[in-house]
């Protein structure tokens, strides 16, 4: 793609420039100033398609900004207005934030850009892959400033609503990008600068959204990009880091179960990625079905095989499953000195694993009700209101993580089979004490279990 001048239409003229640096060497007010006047000339004299700006390469766009306005313009975006915004409801910002890999990195990126973002005025940024903004931080009046740009959570960010835009160009061209002033292309956002780089997940490389500091045209340095693409980088082996921590939990835990195993087998995470493995060479990661169940499966590569579940995995029996193993038996105990806890006993041996509060309160009242509860139900078991289902369906998907192969849903509840036990405290009072949830409240009061009606 060129950067050679752009009419309405996407038409090409005059020579291709040299790529060149938005800022000089000298960062200076006056500096920023001539470049912005500069950078307005060639928006204009670019989106009107005068042809004499081939003459002086220096007033056409950069590559990547040329390449992002001819986006804009084959997408109908005007440069007086953006596309229409439809942005996230607080219940779908929710659910992606919960879902969101970044959000384990999030101190990490506050961390290592809010302190700079809010003493320049600034503000931080954080999207979805798709170009949502899913967390806003920084200087206060600057976020005022961006509310007047719809700039807030929720938001739509990419180039087919706004232009060019370091966030939305960044998102197609895969690496940091810096949109200074009039390289925007709506005029509206010329008095912004904003510097953004991509993250990716460290395991497969898949774009996972990104992270951007903007602020007003005058506040911005030219190492501004340097810091961003930095941090970046930072989380990203944060990812890296908790990701081969997972694994070795897992492996610890997988070791004595494929210890006592005949022939070939794997333990895997939640993704398929491979913790330990027996009789076999092992593979980098394992197709596993999208909602993966304990029992017979068909995987690729390996053909029949039977799925146990392990604690924050699968235990992957490979060959032909012996016919009906017996079911888990699941113990739920809330009365124990080391508090509450749940243990899982099938075929593969036995695991135990300690429960959050809430977890033990989402346990507990799925004990109850062995024909499942909707996220509705257990929303107004946990919080007495029946709209919080975006937090019941989050917590949960935590909760499976561990308990995949004993855990079903539509609707919630213990999957087929399985034998639960419910060990509760000698005395009502005691029962997950510091809980506030109506269902639990309603237990004690009554000295007994859940209530299933």
Same mark, same amino acid.
């Given at each position: 793609m060129s950067d050679r001048p752009i009419d309405r239409a996407g038409a090409r003229t005059g020579a291709r420039p040299t790529e060149r640096p938005v800022f000089g060497a000298v960062h200076a007010a006056q500096d920023i100033r001539e470049t912005a006047r500069r950078l307005a000339g060639v928006h204009e004299a670019t989106l009107a398609g005068d042809h004499l700006a081939a003459e002086a390469p220096r007033d056409v766009p950069r590559t990547v900004i040329g390449e992002s306005w001819r986006r804009a313009l084959d997408r109908g975006v005007d440069p007086e207005r953006a596309n229409d915004q439809h942005p996230l409801t607080m219940a779908e910002l929710e659910f992606r934030r919960?879902?969101?890999?970044?959000?384990?990195?999030?101190?990490?990126?506050?961390?290592?850009?809010?302190?700079?973002?809010?003493?320049?005025?600034?503000?931080?940024?954080?999207?979805?892959?798709?170009?949502? /903004?899913?967390?806003?931080?920084?200087?206060?009046?600057?976020?005022?400033?961006?509310? =007047?740009?719809?700039?807030?959570?929720?938001?739509? @960010?990419?180039?087919? /609503?706004?232009?060019t835009n370091a966030i939305g160009t960044a998102l197609v061209a895969r690496s !940091?990008?810096?949109?200074?002033? #009039?390289?925007?292309?709506?005029?509206?956002?010329?008095? @912004?600068?904003? #510097?953004?780089?991509?993250?990716?997940?460290?395991?497969?490389?898949?774009?996972?959204?990104?992270?951007? /500091?903007?602020?007003?045209?005058?506040?911005?340095?030219?190492?501004? %990009?340097?810091?961003?693409?930095?941090?970046?980088? %930072?989380?990203?082996?944060?990812? =890296?880091?908790?990701?081969?921590?997972?694994?070795?939990?897992?492996?610890?835990?997988? #070791?004595?179960?494929?210890?006592?195993?005949?022939? &070939?087998?794997? #333990?895997?995470?939640?993704?398929? @990625?491979?913790?330990?493995?027996?009789?076999?060479?092992? !593979?980098?990661?394992?197709?596993?079905?999208?909602? !993966?169940?304990?029992?017979?499966? @068909?995987?690729p590569r390996y053909g029949m095989c039977t799925l146990e579940p392990l604690p924050g995995g699968w235990l992957i029996r490979l060959g032909r499953p012996e016919p009906a193993p017996e079911p888990p038996r699941v113990v739920l105990d809330l009365g124990g000195p080391g508090g509450p806890a749940v243990t899982v006993a099938g075929p593969a041996g036995s695991w135990s694993h300690a429960l959050t509060?809430?977890?033990?309160? %989402?346990?507990?009242?799925?004990?109850?009700?062995?024909?499942?509860?909707?996220?509705?139900?257990?929303?107004?078991?946990?919080?007495?209101?029946?709209? &919080? *289902?975006v937090t019941v369906r989050a917590e949960l998907s935590r909760l499976r993580r561990n308990l995949a192969g004993v855990l079903a849903h539509r609707p919630y509840r213990f999957?087929?089979?399985?034998?639960?036990?419910?060990?509760? !405290? *000698?005395?009502?009072?005691?029962?997950?004490?510091?809980? *506030?949830?109506? *269902?639990?409240?309603?237990?004690?009061?009554?000295?007994t279990g859940p209530d299933p009606g």
């Amino acid at each position: 793609m060129s950067d050679r001048p752009i009419d309405r239409a996407g038409a090409r003229t005059g020579a291709r420039p040299t790529e060149r640096p938005v800022f000089g060497a000298v960062h200076a007010a006056q500096d920023i100033r001539e470049t912005a006047r500069r950078l307005a000339g060639v928006h204009e004299a670019t989106l009107a398609g005068d042809h004499l700006a081939a003459e002086a390469p220096r007033d056409v766009p950069r590559t990547v900004i040329g390449e992002s306005w001819r986006r804009a313009l084959d997408r109908g975006v005007d440069p007086e207005r953006a596309n229409d915004q439809h942005p996230l409801t607080m219940a779908e910002l929710e659910f992606r934030r919960q879902k969101s890999q970044l959000a384990s990195v999030l101190p990490v990126l506050s961390g290592g850009l809010l302190p700079t973002a809010d003493a320049a005025q600034q503000i931080m940024v954080v999207t979805d892959a798709e170009g949502r /903004v899913l967390w806003r931080d920084g200087s206060a009046p600057i976020r005022r400033m961006a509310d =007047r740009l719809g700039f807030d959570k929720g938001a739509d @960010w990419t180039e087919g /609503v706004v232009g060019t835009n370091a966030i939305g160009t960044a998102l197609v061209a895969r690496s !940091p990008v810096l949109v200074h002033s #009039a390289e925007h292309f709506l005029r509206s956002h010329h008095q @912004w600068t904003c #510097a953004a780089a991509p993250l990716h997940d460290p395991r497969d490389g898949r774009l996972l959204g990104t992270v951007d /500091v903007s602020g007003p045209a005058y506040s911005f340095h030219p190492t501004t %990009l340097a810091l961003v693409s930095a941090v970046a980088r %930072l989380a990203e082996g944060e990812l =890296r880091t908790r990701h081969h921590a997972s694994l070795g939990r897992l492996r610890s835990s997988a #070791a004595p179960v494929l210890a006592r195993i005949g022939g &070939r087998a794997l #333990a895997v995470d939640a993704h398929g @990625w491979t913790a330990a493995v027996t009789g076999m060479t092992p !593979p980098d990661r394992v197709a596993l079905p999208k909602e !993966p169940a304990a029992g017979p499966v @068909w995987l690729p590569r390996y053909g029949m095989c039977t799925l146990e579940p392990l604690p924050g995995g699968w235990l992957i029996r490979l060959g032909r499953p012996e016919p009906a193993p017996e079911p888990p038996r699941v113990v739920l105990d809330l009365g124990g000195p080391g508090g509450p806890a749940v243990t899982v006993a099938g075929p593969a041996g036995s695991w135990s694993h300690a429960l959050t509060p809430r977890h033990a309160e %989402l346990l507990f009242v799925l004990a109850a009700h062995p024909r499942g509860r909707s996220a509705a139900e257990l929303a107004r078991d946990l919080f007495g209101d029946g709209g &919080r *289902t975006v937090t019941v369906r989050a917590e949960l998907s935590r909760l499976r993580r561990n308990l995949a192969g004993v855990l079903a849903h539509r609707p919630y509840r213990f999957a087929d089979g399985v034998e639960v036990e419910l060990r509760l !405290p *000698t005395r009502a009072v005691e029962l997950l004490p510091h809980s *506030t949830a109506p *269902t639990v409240l309603a237990a004690r009061r009554a000295g007994t279990g859940p209530d299933p009606g």
